[in-house]
């Protein structure tokens, strides 16, 4: 294991050479609105390289979660640590974290080439060494020939895409994903699926991987968190949530297939 510098994608030597996935660990999570617990004392250990599934309805916390993580909303109570370094004053851009959201993410003024460099001019990466990471991510989501476009000129899948692009261009060893193809029709969703699940199994990068749709997080996960009311109410493998779900409320969200 690198020590701790090193895990910080910020710099020339992390941004080049591969990284696998880090683990997360979650203790006793809270996130207060006024008198609603958004999130109410999540604890949650993500295995490096592990790809997680936060399933629940509208409403359950998941994104809130996500939002801890990523540093874009501050926990009222608990901690984070990402590769047993302890997140709670890390600035978001410095978190080793890349992130993918449902829908509105590119800006929409910039070239796709743009914005999937747009992370790593934030982290002051030289123009020389911008284009071939660029280039190199475009690649990896099958877009390398559309650089010069602008992201209205592409199609929800195509646009989902690049936001994957631009979330991994800088190596994060985490990736979260909320809902990200919750906008798309079955057929482009189905593919994207299998396009994550390779990402996932090539780059050995840790996914949480938000989704209301069971059939989606039983098919992608190694793990699911069934999230109600800002609480994980079960924690498993598919199989395991399954044929053993511990409440009714599991079993008939589980159960209930698209
Ligand atoms: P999910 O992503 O599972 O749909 P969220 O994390 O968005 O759920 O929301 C969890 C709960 O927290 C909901 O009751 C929601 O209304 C509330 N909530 C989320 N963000 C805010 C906010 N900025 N202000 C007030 N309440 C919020
Ligand atoms: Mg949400």
């Known amino acids: 294991m690198a020590d701790n510098d090193a895990n910080i994608p910020n710099g020339r030597t992390t941004l080049l050479s591969a990284r696998k996935g880090e683990a997360i660990k979650i203790h006793g999570i809270s996130k207060r609105f006024g008198s609603i617990m958004g999130v109410d004392s999540v604890d949650l250990h993500v295995e490096a390289g592990e790809f997680l599934s936060l399933l629940g309805p509208s409403g359950s916390g998941k994104s809130t979660l996500l939002m801890m993580i990523a540093g874009f909303e501050t926990p009222s109570a608990g901690s984070i640590s990402l590769g047993g370094r302890d997140l709670t004053r890390v600035q978001p851009n410095k978190r080793g974290i890349g992130m993918v959201f449902q829908r509105y993410a590119l800006f929409p003024h910039m070239s796709v080439a743009q914005n999937v460099a747009f992370p790593l001019k934030m982290r002051g990466v030289s123009k020389a060494e911008i284009g071939p990471l660029v280039d190199q991510a475009l690649s990896r989501v099958r877009l390398q020939d559309y650089g010069g476009r602008m992201p209205a000129q592409l199609s929800g899948g195509q646009q989902q895409r690049v936001a994957v692009a631009r979330a991994l261009v800088f190596r994060p060893p985490v990736l979260l994903m909320d809902e990200p193809l919750g906008a798309l029709d079955k057929k482009l969703r189905e593919e994207l699926q299998i396009e994550i699940k390779t990402l996932h199994a090539s780059l050995g990068v840790t996914i949480i991987y938000v989704t ?47």
């Open 212 to 258: 209301h749709d069971q059939e989606e997080a039983l098919t992608m996960s190694d793990r699911i968190a069934v999230m109600d009311k800002g609480r994980i109410q079960q924690l498993g493998s598919p199989v395991s949530l399954y044929h053993r779900p511990n409440s009714s409320f599991v079993a008939d969200f589980i159960g209930k297939m698209n």
